[in-house]
Every structure is written in structure tokens, then in C-alpha cells.
């Protein structure tokens, strides 16, 4: 049985990545400075480090990854054949872009991906080692115009991000590479764009617009208004967890080690995504736009490279990924 560890198991993307890999007959480690809150437990979280747990984990760690001899002891015993760091100080527009977390995100985010390198190569070179980037490296000046954003691969360089945490990723990404280049590290790289889906941050100040839009409907009356941040003229491309994970499964089984978009092309603008929400809901709402943080104006996954290297290209339609989502929401809304 292959060895899968899986760094920021706790957060949503690891988490079901951790139950995908189960599934496909892995014996999975998952690791995270705290568990995820929807998962249900017999016993204390603390008692699960050496049994199986709800169908994700054969193992799960409680570590804080910042630390050099955690990581350098979990890898070191463990010897996987796949790691897979996922592992950020990150959250939605409200947390990235309010400026009071831009030295936490840059520091805590480098100081895990340079400890989870070193001891690669100190301890499992052999190890293919997965990094999940984002679309936050992507320019600002390529990304003002909500119709037509450019988010193509190559489009990164000359280097611009809109925020600390999208220069933490490019630089990370680089340095996954020059550890592949210099210490002959088997690396693959994957830009997520906005993932979503059940199970999910959706009120705890991290929340993607996705969910919150989700909430905001969810506690609304028929015909109430909610806050939308900014015009709502933004757009965005947002893609469900499960072709999120299929994307990372086949960049894994492939041999590219180019930098891929994991995202949807499909683009909407974040006045029509809450009109979509209402429509699942079976109700009207009046959008009230306020200030507050926006990012780019413009942005959506080009998946030409994907497609090219990958022979796929997620499909999902967004309303079908929304549907699951809102209903989801709606319960965790209706237990308050």
C-alpha cells in the first residue's frame, strides 16, 4: 500500500483530498496545526493519531508545520510516495485583502514550504511532492478588465500580484522548482482558482465569495437586501471541489512538471452569482452594494496548458456545484 502525507489536512481542500486517497486504497497521514470542524468525531481528535478515522485518515497529526523538527520527523518516518502541502495561512477577500495579515500569511506560508523542502531532500528524495498554488500570483494589470481577464500561465511574469499572499505563492512556486533543478525533487504545481464546495469556511471571517454569498441568501428574507462588496460587476471563475480534486489527481499520475491552472473557465460576475444563489434558494433578494475588498476586477482560469498537458479541463457547470453548496449552507445556517 503507497504512502500518501498530506500537509494542511485539516483546511477543506485536504480534506477531501484526504478522503479521495482513502478511497483509491492510499494509506493516508493527514497533518494540520487543528482539525476540520465538520468532521464528527467518537473521541477526542488527540486519540485519532494512530487509528482510522471517519474514512479520511488511517493517521492524523495535530503538528504546526511552521516548526523544522515536525516536519523533519513526520517525513523522515514516514517515507511517503506522495506528499501533498497544502498547508497556508489564508481565507477570502475579507482576510487577504485587509492588509492586517500580509506578514502572518507570508511567514507562516514560507516557513512551511521551506521546512517541507528540506526535508525532502534530506530525508525522501523520491518522494513526488505536490505544491498548490493559486491564482493570486496572476497580474493585476492583466486582471482590471472584468470581460476579459488574462490568466494564462505564462501571463504571471512580468511578476505583479495584487496581494502578499499571491507573492508568497510565486515565490514558493519558484523555489519548489529550484529544489526539482538542485536537489532532483520529482515536483508538481497546480494554480487553484477558487475552489468551493460543501463543508467549507462559510462564517468565520475566511469565507470565499461563493459561500458567503451562500449565507447572506441563506439568512435573508424573500425580497431583503444583502450586502454585496464593491459594484458586484467583479467576475470570477469558481470551481467544485471534486474537479479540483480529479485535476491534482491527474497532474500527479502525469509527468509534467510545468505550473498548471486547476480552475473553471466558466466566468460570472458576483452580481449574477448571487442572483444564481436566490434562484437555488426559490426567492428574490436586493443586492445592496457596499465598500469593502475586492481584489482584481477580472479573473478566470485559462485551461488551454491544462488540456494540452492533461487531456482534460474541468466541466462542471457552476450552478450544479452552487446547488450542493447553498443546500449545505443552508442546513449549517438553520442549526443557529
Given at each position: 500500500m503507497k504512502t500518501a502525507l498530506i500537509f494542511g489536512a485539516g483546511g477543506f481542500i485536504g480534506g477531501y483530498l484526504c478522503k479521495r486517497l482513502y478511497e483509491e486504497g492510499w494509506y493516508v497521514v493527514g497533518v494540520d496545526i487543528e482539525p476540520n470542524e465538520y468532521w464528527h468525531y467518537e473521541k477526542p481528535i488527540e486519540e485519532y493519531e494512530n487509528i482510522f478515522l471517519d474514512g479520511h485518515f488511517h493517521r492524523f497529526y495535530i503538528r504546526d508545520l511552521r516548526d523544522t523538527d515536525t516536519v523533519n520527523w513526520l517525513v523522515s518516518q514516514l517515507v511517503p510516495d506522495e506528499l501533498y502541502q497544502l498547508a497556508a495561512d489564508m481565507g477570502g477577500a475579507g482576510y487577504i485583502f485587509s492588509g492586517d495579515h500580509d506578514a502572518d500569511v507570508m511567514h507562516n506560508s514560507a516557513m512551511i514550504?521551506?521546512?517541507?523542502?528540506?526535508?525532502?531532500?534530506?530525508?525522501?528524495?523520491?518522494?513526488?511532492?505536490?505544491?498548490?498554488?493559486?491564482?493570486?500570483?496572476?497580474?493585476?494589470?492583466?486582471?482590471?478588465?472584468?470581460?476579459?481577464?488574462?490568466?494564462?500561465?505564462?501571463?504571471?511574469?512580468?511578476?505583479?500580484?495584487?496581494?502578499?499572499y499571491g507573492w508568497e505563492k510565486l515565490f514558493s512556486e519558484r523555489m519548489y522548482h529550484a529544489y526539482m533543478r538542485n536537489y532532483n525533487l520529482n515536483v508538481r504545481i497546480a494554480r487553484f482558482h477558487n475552489v468551493f464546495g460543501p463543508e467549507g469556511s462559510w462564517n468565520n471571517g475566511k469565507e470565499k465569495s461563493p459561500a458567503a454569498i451562500c449565507r447572506k441568501v441563506a439568512m435573508a428574507k424573500p425580497n431583503e437586501e444583502i450586502e454585496i462588496w464593491g459594484t458586484g460587476e467583479q467576475t470570477r471563475s469558481f470551481l467544485y471541489i471534486d474537479e479540483c480534486l480529479e485535476g491534482v489527481r491527474r497532474l500527479m499520475d502525469s509527468d509534467c512538471t510545468t505550473v498548471l491552472n486547476i480552475g473553471s473557465d466558466e466566468m460570472i460576475s458576483i452580481n449574477d452569482l448571487a442572483y444564481m444563489v436566490a434562484d437555488i434558494a426559490g426567492y428574490s433578494v436586493i443586492l445592496h452594494h457596499i465598500e469593502g475588498p475586492l481584489g482584481v476586477m477580472g479573473r478566470r482560469s485559462y485551461n488551454e496548458l491544462i488540456e494540452e498537458k492533461l487531456g482534460w479541463r474541468p466541466s462542471r457547470l457552476l450552478k450544479e456545484g452552487m446547488t450542493k453548496t447553498y443546500q449545505w449552507i443552508k442546513e449549517e445556517v438553520d442549526k443557529l
Open positions: 514550504n521551506l521546512n517541507t523542502l528540506n526535508a525532502l531532500t534530506k530525508h525522501s528524495n523520491a518522494t513526488k511532492v505536490f505544491y498548490s498554488s493559486s491564482a493570486c500570483v496572476y497580474a493585476e494589470h492583466n486582471q482590471l478588465d472584468p470581460n476579459n481577464p488574462n490568466c494564462e500561465e505564462s501571463s504571471a511574469y512580468p511578476a505583479n500580484p495584487d496581494s502578499e
